[in-house]
């Protein structure tokens, strides 16, 4: 997935500020383009700060202050929002879209999906199939 993709997939889920704020900051936007380039990569706190060259306790800190949120709950957003794009634009299987996204399981999947849409990715499916 090409990043102008992934970052309006991401706009879609969060305000538009904050990640345009995070892709302005030099170090915190090196760390929001690999979660964007790469979202089903196993990212960890530490390689994140890494790639924004701050030790894990500032990389929490900025990232928090300027985006709002923390890296992991926008990782999430991001996550689903590729999801979501799979979902309503494949008929990739579950499992495989779970793997694309991040999520070693199709349980842990679904239950972020539900969490994230308040549906299942497969009646979130149903319902985009049947709106075509």
């Keep these: 997935?090409?990043?102008?993709?992934?970052l309006a997939q991401a706009l879609k889920a969060e305000d538009c500020?904050?990640?345009?704020?995070l892709l302005g900051d030099?170090?915190?936007g090196r760390a929001l383009r690999a979660m964007l380039e790469r979202p089903e990569h196993a990212?960890?706190?530490e390689q994140l700060a890494q790639q924004a060259a701050m030790s894990r306790a500032s990389f929490v800190r900025a990232?928090?202050?300027l985006g709002g949120t923390s890296p992991w709950?926008?990782?999430?957003?991001?996550?689903?929002?590729k999801a979501?794009?799979?979902?309503?634009?494949?008929?990739k299987s579950l499992l495989d879209i779970a793997a694309e996204t991040g999520y070693q399981s199709e349980a842990a999947f679904s239950r972020n999906f539900?969490?994230?849409?308040?549906?299942?990715?497969?009646?979130?499916?149903?319902?985009?199939?049947?709106?075509?």
């Design 17 to 21: 500020r904050t990640v345009f704020g």
């Design 84 to 91: 979501r794009g799979l979902l309503r634009q494949t008929q």
């Design 63 to 65: 990232f928090s202050a």
């Design 26 to 28: 030099a170090r915190l």
């Design 73 to 81: 709950i926008l990782l999430t957003r991001i996550r689903m929002e």
């Design 43 to 45: 990212w960890t706190l």
């Design 114 to 132: 539900r969490q994230a849409f308040g549906e299942s990715p497969g009646r979130f499916r149903r319902q985009a199939d049947s709106a075509r």
């Design 1 to 6: 997935m090409k990043i102008s993709e992934a």
